[in-house]
């Protein structure tokens, strides 16, 4: 069963506008199936980071979207279009409401933003949020403001809900976004601010349905592995800007669904059993024996 679940490579916020030499970026591919990003690749130059992916994944399947980043120096989702294009042009996936089928996995995505309502009243929906992107209406500035990104998440929200409730097949289904699905994607000295609002939404209404198997997601730049209780996992492996985010691993391979190890317990603990066997029987009179005998059965020294 594993053996037919693909290995994703999951990375994002690779924020390579910020290194000097960008090209210098080259890990060894690991064993994988399909590269899945989740956006911050190059800011405001969709082309360029699907052209890194391209050289990242070889001749392998490429998932995407894009991260609040790439939306950088246009109007909102203006440059939509031309980014669908390039990726095409490079034979890379780009998920914005899309939905695919790859190696026997279903992948739903979007940029997605938030709903803001982790910063509290912190913010006001008039406030700009401070990204260099413009909207057709609204401010006077044209900015980017806290209530136009909650209409456009609200947006996104919804269609990707829709696709989510499409999915009725035996395949796993793998949700990608830019950002962050659940309150502890972030950390919980933030709550009541604009970070904790700017990085993630609870949206734990759709991860309850228990229909997502994996959630990969970028933006907050921390890394995230974090199952929630309707099965989900969460999972986010950001560079960061500057390569920043110290917890990154650069070959970080898993597959879309968990699967119980269902070989029979004596075969599971047969190391475990066989460390026990040459330690000879339990018997010890003082703490000191015990800290021996423990020692030995985990083959530790002193
Ligand atoms: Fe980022
Ligand atoms: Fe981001």
Redesign the pocket.
Known sequence: MTDALPRLWIL??L?LETVPHPDAFAPTPPDFDILVCA??VWRADPPRGFRVLRRLAGEKPVVCVL???EHWNSVLNGRLPEARKAAQACGVTLLQGDMVMLLGCRFVGTTLWTDYALAGDTVEPDEETGEDIRIATGTSSGKLTIGATIAQHQVELARLAELVDQHTGPEPLVVVT?HAPHPDCVRPEDYGTFFAGNGASDLSALLDTGRIDLWVH??V?QSVNMPVPSGTVIRCN?A??RFGNLDFDDTLVMTPRWVPDRRPMRERLARTLALAAAAGPYAPTTWEEDKRFMDELSGEED
């Open positions: 994002s916020d924020h956006g911050d991260g609040n980043h830019h970028g933006h730049h950001p960061g800007t």
